[in-house]
C-alpha cells in the first residue's frame, strides 16, 4: 500500500509542541526519527507545533532548538511553525466542508462525558454523533447548519468518519487496523476558539513538506488512521508510519513533564550530550552498554529490528 513511500529518501520529521522544555522522552523520539532518516540517508525536518495559542511558547521553541543543537541533533532547511499556516489549514478546511464531511458541534467537555463512559482504559471519549446532521453529504444540508452558527455559541468543528475499518502497516508494530467510527467517533478538525486540530494540520504539513516518513511514540497509533483518513480526503499520498515504545517510570507511567529531573534544563547541568544519547541508544537497543556516544556514531548501527516494542523503564530517575 505504501511502497511509493520507500522507492525515494526518505524525509523524516521532528514535530514537537513547544509547551515546555523538551524531557528525556522527547529527545528518544529526535533521536529515533533522525537515525531512521539519517541511516538511509535521508532528510530530517523540524516542524514547530505551534497551533494551540494558550499552550505554547517561543521560548519553548527556542530552547528546544539549542537542546537539539546541543545533543548533536541537526535539522535540515528552515524550521515550519504551525502558527504561522493557518490560512492553509483555512484552504483545506474548506475542501472537506465542501464535500459535506464537517459539521459544527456545540458539545462541551461535560456533555460528552455525560453521554458515555471514556473508552478503554485511556478515558478517550467516543464522540457519540451528537450534533451530526440527520442529512449528511449534501452541501445544502451543511449549509443550512452553518447558518445556525451565527446565533448560537460558537463551535467546533466535526470530520464525519466511515463505518469502515482503515488499515496500514506500522514499520515497527506491523499491520494495524481501527474502525474510526466505533473507536474514535466524528472527530474535531478545528477547535472552539479557532485553534486548528493536530490532526487536521499534522497530515496537511507533512504532506506539503514532503514527509513521507513519520516516526513517533506509538501513543499516537491510533491517530494514525485518522490521518490516513484526513489524507485521503484531501489527496495526499500517506506516508510511512512508524511507532516506537514509550519511555516509562517503575510505575508504568509514561515519562512526562512533571518528572522534572529529566528535563533538558536538569539533564544538561549533569551530562554530557554524549551521555545522553549514549543512554538512550542503549534503551533503543543500539548499544550492549550506556556509553558516551554521539549520534553521527549511531548512524551506521541504527537498524529498526533492534529496537524493542515494549515500553522500556527507566528505572532511576537520574541517568
Ligand atoms: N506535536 C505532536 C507531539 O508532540 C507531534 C506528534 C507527531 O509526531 O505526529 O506529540
Ligand atoms: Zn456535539
Redesign the pocket.
Do not use: I, K
Given at each position: 500500500m505504501q511502497k511509493d513511500s520507500f522507492s525515494t529518501l526518505p524525509t523524516g520529521?521532528?514535530?514537537?509542541?513547544p509547551?515546555g522544555r523538551m524531557h528525556l522522552g522527547?529527545v528518544f523520539?529526535a533521536l529515533l526519527?533522525w537515525l531512521s532518516a539519517k541511516s538511509k540517508g535521508g532528510q530530517w525536518l523540524l516542524?514547530i507545533?505551534d497551533i494551540d495559542p494558550q499552550r505554547s511558547r517561543r521560548e519553548y521553541a527556542q530552547l528546544l532548538m539549542d537542546d537539539l543543537q546541543w545533543l548533536g541533533l541537526s535539522w535540515d532547511g528552515e524550521p515550519v511553525y504551525q502558527s504561522e499556516r493557518g490560512d492553509i489549514y483555512e484552504q483545506y478546511f474548506q475542501q472537506l466542508k465542501a464535500q459535506g464531511l464537517t459539521y459544527p458541534c456545540y458539545c462541551t467537555r461535560a456533555d460528552l462525558l455525560a453521554t458515555q463512559a471514556p473508552h478503554e482504559s485511556d478515558g478517550r471519549v467516543v464522540y457519540p454523533g451528537t450534533c451530526r446532521p440527520k442529512t449528511i453529504g449534501t452541501i445544502g444540508t451543511i449549509d443550512t447548519i452553518g447558518t445556525i452558527k451565527t446565533i448560537a455559541p460558537p463551535a467546533a468543528q466535526r470530520l464525519i468518519v466511515p463505518d469502515r475499518e482503515i488499515a496500514f502497516t506500522d514499520g515497527h508494530y506491523g499491520t494495524q487496523s481501527i474502525n474510526l467510527a466505533s473507536h474514535v467517533g466524528d472527530f474535531i478538525i478545528r477547535r472552539k476558539d479557532g485553534a486548528w486540530a493536530?490532526q487536521m494540520a499534522?497530515v496537511i504539513d507533512?504532506a506539503l513538506m514532503g514527509v513521507n516518513e513519520?516516526?513517533?511514540?506509538r501513543?499516537?497509533l491510533l491517530?494514525s488512521p485518522q490521518?490516513i483518513y484526513v489524507g485521503e480526503l484531501l489527496g495526499f499520498h500517506a506516508p510511512a508510519f512508524i511507532h516506537f515504545p514509550l519511555l516509562v517510570n517503575e510505575a508504568g507511567q509514561r515519562l512526562s513533564k512533571r518528572d522534572r529531573s529529566l528535563d533538558m534544563g536538569e539533564l544538561r547541568q549533569r551530562h554530557t550530550p554524549q551521555e545522553i544519547i549514549g543512554m538512550l541508544a542503549f534503551h533503543a537497543g543500539l548499544l550492549k552498554e550506556p556509553q558516551p556516544v554521539s549520534p553521527d556514531e549511531l548512524i551506521k548501527k541504527f537498524a529498526w529490528q533492534q529496537v524493542p516494542c515494549e515500553d522500556i523503564t527507566i528505572r532511576n530517575l537520574s541517568i
Open positions: 520529521r521532528f514535530a514537537p509542541s509547551t522527547n523520539g526519527s516542524r507545533e493536530y499534522v507533512d513519520v516516526v513517533r511514540g501513543d499516537l491517530s490521518q
